[in-house]
């Protein structure tokens, strides 16, 4: 199916499948048909198969077989379009440098015809051994489309391209091998093969010259070939870690251990000296600080291992992008999730997936798939006008190394855009750009405002059908090829990265597990269509801001040395559209600059939802492959602690469940040694899509016309593909928490996989964060929501991943924090009243304190600063920043965490389950005009009523001091401070109730009312206009008047 030639639809279930035409024909830019040479004229020809002859098997290059040879015996012998070397074709002569390809020489084996009937008969066995029998109609086992699953061989490499163009195959044709692409494996570094042999060997001789050289044994020889600098730093490392430096780092470790044995210290003082006229108040705050020490340990240690990284991308260049030979970085598919139109705009997603479209690497290797959760057809229009405008969008980005390239974004920079360009045509084609997405924002406006009134009959497409998603919860599966093999040219004629849009079916009486779900659905139909090693997920508000960032993240996961145990490489969060101040902490700077820091020098970041490149054999559920083994120790055995010798485990290559344990393995142990009742099980009945599961180094299965791809991409989305399958339990994104991201990154470590975090100086991903208080309050609340879910779970880090011993112990003690920080906010709230409670009852939480005493609430106090500098000292975060962080802390804890606690007790005990909404991602025509607005929900109680509780016990407290005299002043300081750390706290969050108001300062108006609450109370008590009579004291004298 040629791109953009209609709408394939349809239901596996109920055996349904349609294409609905466009009423607009592709517009094809040249003629590519293939059936003229571009160099002659002359017609191109067929093969003695009876083929069309095809020259380069990397872009189809349309040439006849003269000019084909003549290039090779006295031209270049680099195809003209793509400059890869021309391969010797059967039939061809030989020319230099032929020698050096690793096909088959067919002069010796011209005469070696094998046997049809024999072949057909091999055929047939593989395919009766291999095929999976899941209630496919007759038809289908007549044609033999499928491919054997477990079959001896190996499956041969194709493109991670899937073709889209010519027919559908028929029977045993299928398509000609000519529209497939081959992929290039990685470069093979195993142990025993010949290529690491030669390098280790090499490896060894140049570290042999260079001792030699230093003893002054060996002169040193005049480099004569200029290319072998370019060769060993491509053998280099792809990328380093960058320790903390130790004057900065050692500091904080000894503060931490101090602040430890304060911290002891302090509370085994607190629990020897209670207050006896208090003691409700006094174990309160007990509870409440060891409470508060435990938490803090669990988010203090897991940083103490603190690391930075550098990548080295023009080393990834010279390994993996030779001139004159095919480019061999991985392909990678990107994934990008939406719901709702109205809360995530078309134009932003637009600029997401345009982006996408224009980023820094080869276009045969991107596959960009969007996933329409909410199947409107808004967004299907608005994915088919992006498409068109990425055809001019695209080279303009490249001619020029336009960043960022999300085209709202780019155009609406306050920087000088003139800088480092040197193209005198740059100007005007900037304009002519500008002014075509100008145009472009007016068609999506247009598309919006027409959305807003949905007819009584439904959508109708322009051909007259209804739109298949008229009814968002009972729809079939849905998939568009925009941009592809045929009609994917930009306005120059160059070829496009891939687009693809989903929408999966839905049905009523199916579970579809939200984000989840929708994203299994992605990786299932990018598995069947294009099947690349690595996926990039994105929301649809993060756009590219670096078109280098699929590069940064291949220099971890194409790495020989570290490559083959990294599960993802996450990538920080940063946002666009934020106040200066950030007074609602919407960057989280602490978390991504210094606890993903953190995690990353133990076992790697934990996955936060977005802008994560994984590999897909991760998320298939298989182990990381086994290093080799250390020595074991030889003893005699009577030392508990040294040498003791353990029994080893067998190593299976699958578990009781059927699930793989080790990539490491070939391909063919795996087919052997996996039944097809446990591929059922884990992967679904879909034999195309468990073929691809199969191939590590990814390519699409052989054999498969683009109608059985389409077909299969249908029945791999349909409602009931993951029942009695492991998706969501042990592959995929996991489902059980609406925050499937901590699921998913959790049961990836406890395989034993390590994730990396990369943070290049121009930030990869951007996005945007809800400004607006109500809105910051509710996704925090999510959040926390989804911790609550995890920590009742079967996958709760307490108990969850012990067995393999695979997951370190300060990794644990991160996840482990991550699900139980929501259940801070009730101490939290408790210790915020506890302030108020003290002042208005003229009691405290401790009793006096002798000068001794003192030193350690000093120490304490002293610890925490000098905790807090040395670690913005390494990590570079500002104390602005922390500060923010310190004050949300608060505001969100004893408000969204108290509820989110309270709805995961509901939902657990009395099955009362909550739905979320999605974050609006519409911004203000004004300048952080939302960030003033005022929405009113739930959330706000709490904190407003801890605030003026705070506020009317501050008053009170002084007006009784006032009453009382100067002995009431000093118990009173300790009661003050208490409650001005409260109220120091909730300050931002009184500045979001206050709203924009006359722009009169918050703290003017919290000082107004302090101050004349406090005069009015003393002009009550004083009353200077009532005479006063004094009188004999009835209580001291005793006598009855």
């Known amino acids: 199916m040629e791109a953009s030639a209609g709408l394939v639809a349809g239901s596996h279930n109920r055996n349904e499948l349609v294409v609905i035409h466009n009423h607009e024909e592709p517009k094809p830019l040249k003629n590519l048909d293939g059936q003229f040479c571009e160099i002659c004229g002359d017609q191109i020809g067929l093969t003695v198969d009876g083929d069309l002859f095809v020259a380069c098997n990397e872009c189809g290059f349309p040439a006849c077989r003269p000019c084909y040879e003549y290039e090779r015996r006295e031209g270049t012998q680099n195809c003209p379009q793509c400059k890869t070397r021309y391969k010797r074709l059967r039939g061809s002569p030989r020319v230099e440098g032929d020698e050096d390809e690793e096909d088959i020489d067919d002069i010796e084996y011209e005469f070696n015809i094998e046997d049809e009937h024999e072949k057909q008969k091999q055929s047939a066995e593989a395919m009766a051994y291999g095929k999976m029998s899941y209630g496919r109609g007759p038809e289908d086992d007549e044609n033999g489309r499928f491919p054997p699953v477990i079959a ?10 899937f073709p889209v163009g010519g027919g559908y195959g028929n029977g045993e044709h299928g398509m000609p091998s000519s529209l497939h692409k081959r992929v290039h494996p990685y470069p093979s570094s195993e142990a025993g093969s010949e290529r690491w042999d030669d390098k280790k060997e090499g490896g060894w001789r140049e570290r042999m010259d260079d001792w030699k050289l230093q003893q002054g044994n060996l002169g040193q020889e005049p480099d004569d070939d200029p ?73 203090q240690f897991p940083k103490w291992f603190p690391i930075d990284r550098e990548t080295y991308l023009d080393r990834l260049s010279l390994r993996y992008e030779r001139e004159g030979e095919p480019n061999m970085l991985a392909p990678v598919d990107v994934f990008v999730s939406t719901v709702d139109p109205m809360k995530e705009p078309p134009l932003v997603t637009a600029n997401t997936v345009l982006s996408i479209l224009a980023m820094d690497y080869p276009v045969e290797k991107i596959s960009c798939y969007v996933s329409d959760d909410g199947a409107s057809m808004l967004t299907f229009d608005s994915l088919s006008e992006t498409a068109e405008f990425a055809r001019k969008w695209v080279p303009f980005c490249k001619k020029f190394s336009i960043e960022p390239r999300a085209p709202e974004m780019y155009f609406t920079l306050k920087i000088d855009y ?3 360009k040197v193209q005198p045509t740059f100007v005007k084609e900037r304009r002519a750009m500008k002014r075509e997405y100008e145009e472009f924002k007016v068609r999506i406006n247009a598309l919006v405002a027409k959305a807003s009134k949905v007819p009584l009959e439904g959508w109708i497409m322009p051909d007259g059908t209804p739109w298949p998603g008229n009814n968002t919860k009972d729809h079939p599966g849905m998939i568009q090829v925009f941009l592809g093999h045929s009609g994917g040219f930009d306005v120059e004629g160059h070829e496009l990265p891939r687009l693809v849009y989903v929408s999966r079916e839905k049905r009523p009486g199916f579970q579809h597990h939200k984000k989840a779900g929708a994203m299994n659905a992605l990786v299932r139909v990018a598995g069947v269509l294009t099947n690349a090693p690595f996926m990039l997920n994105l929301d649809c508000d993060h756009y590219v801001n670096n078109s280098k960032a699929v590069r940064e993240a291949m220099c971890f996961l194409m790495d020989p040395q570290i490559g083959k145990k990294v599960c993802y490489v996450q990538f920080p969060q ?7 101040h950030d007074r609602y902490a919407n960057r989280n700077t602490v978390f991504f600059d210094i606890n993903m820091k953190g995690l990353d020098g133990i076992q790697g970041p934990v996955y936060v939802g977005t802008g994560c490149v994984f590999k897909r054999q991760a998320l298939y559920g298989y182990e990381p492959p086994k290093g080799p083994k250390r020595p074991k120790m030889i003893s005699c055995g009577c030392c508990p602690c040294f ?3 353990r029994k080893n485990k067998k190593f299976s290559k699958h578990e009781s469940n059927g699930e793989i344990a080790a990539l490491g393995g070939a391909d063919g142990d795996k087919e052997h040694l996996m039944s097809e009742m446990n591929f059922e099980k884990k992967f679904g009945q879909s034999s195309i899509f468990v073929t691809s599961t199969l191939m590590e180094d990814g390519g699409v299965p052989p054999s498969s016309s683009p109608a059985v791809l389409l077909k299969e ?69 999510r959040w926390a929501l989804g911790s609550v879910e995890i920590f009742f779970s079967r996958h709760s880090p307490l108990w969850y991943g012990y067995k393999g ?75 602005e920043e922390w500060w923010r962080n310190e004050q949300f802390w608060v505001i969100g804890g004893i408000s969204a965490h108290l509820f989110a606690v309270v709805q995961g007790l509901l939902k657990i005990l009395a099955g009362i389950d909550t739905n979320f909404t999605v974050t609006s991602k519409a911004t203000d025509d004004d300048d952080f005009g939302e960030l003033y607005a005022f929405k009113w929900t739930t959330l706000l109680i709490p904190p407003t009523t801890v605030l003026i509780i705070n506020i009317v016990g501050v008053v009170a407290g002084i007006s009784d001091a006032i009453n009382n005299g100067y002995q009431s002043w000093g118990p009173l300081f300790g009661k003050l401070f208490f409650s001005f750390w409260v109220i120091v706290h909730l300050y931002p969050f009184l500045k979001g109730l ?21 005069f009015s109370l003393l002009w009550v008590r004083i009353d200077p206009f009532v005479l006063k009579t004094k009188g004999p004291d009835t209580s001291m004298c005793g006598i009855n008047c």
């Open 643 to 645: 040498g003791r010798r």
């Open 994 to 1014: 206050m709203g924009r108001q006359n722009r009169t300062p918050t703290i003017v108006v919290i000082w107004s009312v302090l101050l004349a609450s406090i």
């Open 418 to 420: 003139l800088k480092d």
């Open 574 to 580: 940063r946002f666009d559209g934020i106040d200066r």
């Open 805 to 879: 011993g695979k997951l370190k112990w300060l990794e644990r003690f991160a996840y482990a924090n991550t699900t139980i920080y929501p259940f801070t906010s009730i101490p939290l709230l408790a210790y915020c009243i506890l302030p108020a409670i003290c002042l208005l009852t003229d009691k405290f939480i401790m009793p006096p304190i002798s000068t001794f005493a003192s030193l350690f609430f000093i120490a304490l106090f002293m610890s925490i600063i000098a905790t807090g500098i040395l670690e913005l000292r390494w990590s570079g975060v500002s104390i």
């Open 227 to 299: 290319e072998m600098g370019m060769i060993d730093e491509a053998r280099q490392p792809l990328s380093r870690k960058v320790p903390i430096a130790s004057s900065k780092i050692n500091p904080y470790r000894m503060v931490i251990v101090a602040r430890l044995v304060i911290l002891a210290v302090f509370l085994r003082y607190r629990l020897l000296n209670p207050v006896h006229d208090a003691l409700g108040l006094w174990l309160t705050s007990v509870i409440c600080e060891i409470w508060f020490a435990v938490s803090w340990i669990l988010d």
């Open 713 to 781: 991409a249908i029945h791999v989305i349909s409602c009931g593909y993951e029942d009695k399958t492991e998706w969501g339990t042990e592959l995929g994104w996991i489902y059980g928490s609406i925050t499937e991201d901590i699921l998913t990154g959790f049961k990836m470590h406890c395989r034993g996989w390590r994730s990396i975090y990369c943070m290049p100086k121009r930030a990869a991903f951007k996005g945007s964060a809800p400004i607006n208080l109500s809105d910051r309050l509710n996704q925090v609340l």
């Open 152 to 161: 001896g061989g190996h499956s041969r490499h194709v493109s991670g391209e």
